[in-house]
């Protein structure tokens, strides 16, 4: 399988580079770099926090930004879009917007692991627009059409 790279930018000099939990971690692990230090998120609210570095995919590939599993389960703590998608052609800061599920106020300082960033091939088909689509079994049967 053909390696491919991507290149990471520290926009500060304290930035922390993304790293792998393991060998075979999917995900780099994003950092925190607050303004200030830290930032509290209130129940149900959401912040958007910079990780200080900015990041360049190959083409046809884009950074999908993931919710660390302990951060949510333990803490309340996801992506506000749930998957945030860093495309190839932007050069800017990767922020990550966090929200918060819980129902205690959480603290977000320097350095803490807020997401995790994977790096994800994609194809865009194009389409074409039609009057009438094929028939099938299901239709537009949605929604738990299928069973629960």
């Not at 074409?128 to 069973?147: A, C, H, I």
Request: aromatic share 10%; with cysteine; glycine share 14%.
């Amino acid at each position: 399988m053909k390696t491919y790279g991507i290149k990471i930018k520290k926009l500060y000099e304290d930035s922390v580079l993304p790293t792998r939990g393991s060998e075979r971690s999917a995900g780099y692990d994003l950092y925190a770099h607050p303004d200030g230090g830290s930032v509290t998120i209130w129940p149900g609210e959401t912040v958007k926090i910079g990780t200080g570095i900015a990041a360049a995919t190959p083409p046809g590939w884009f950074g999908g930004v993931f919710a660390r599993s302990g951060l949510a389960s333990k803490q309340g703590l996801r992506p506000a879009n749930c998957v945030g998608v860093v495309d190839e052609d932007y050069s800017g800061e990767i922020i990550v917007a966090l929200h918060n599920d819980s129902h205690e106020a959480r603290t977000v300082s320097f350095g803490d692991r807020i997401a995790q960033l994977v790096v994800i091939p994609y194809y865009i088909p194009g389409y074409t627009v039609v009057d009438e689509l094929e028939e099938t079994e299901r239709g537009d049967g949605g929604f738990g059409s299928t069973g629960v």
